[in-house]
Nanobody, 124 residues
Framework: QVHLVESGGGLVQAGGSLRLSCAGSGRTFSNYVMGWFRQAPGKEHEFVAIITWSIGNTYYADSVKGRFTISRDNAKNTVYLQMDSLKPEDTAVYYC?????????????????WGQGTQVTVSS
């Protein structure tokens, strides 16, 4: 059973930075694709970033490209999302997700495992 736990959310002023962590357990993720999604109040889940665990290829939503960086630490079984130059519109609950299908896709239904989410609030 895969278990994902996010941490690192909080309140930050516009222009500031936060680093989110997603610790995985239950199996190795060598063939997995890991993603970060977010959900703002009253909105659908939105794709943020993806990383392929084995090779480390990364993909970003246009809204965060150049400001956010996704990475992983194999030894710690952990995925990170470094968020810089934060904007009020980045305010949302951020979720870590894992897909065993090996396809780097922004489609949330491809991800079988989800964390509980961590709140990020950016004040103006």
């Amino acid at each position: 059973q895969v278990h994902l736990v996010e941490s690192g959310g909080g309140l930050v002023q516009a222009g500031g930075s936060l680093r989110l962590s997603c610790a995985g357990s239950g199996r190795t993720f060598s063939n997995y694709v890991m993603g970060w999604f977010r959900q703002a109040p009253g909105k659908e889940h939105e794709f943020v970033a993806i990383i392929t665990w084995s090779i480390g290829n990364t993909y970003y939503a246009d809204s965060v490209k150049g400001r956010f960086t996704i990475s992983r630490d194999n030894a710690k079984n952990t995925v990170y999302l470094q968020m810089d130059s934060l904007k009020p519109e980045d305010t949302a609950v951020y979720y870590c997700a894992a897909s065993s299908r090996g396809v780097a896709t922004p489609t949330k239904t491809a991800y079988e495992y989800w964390g509980q989410g961590t709140q990020v609030t950016v004040s103006s």
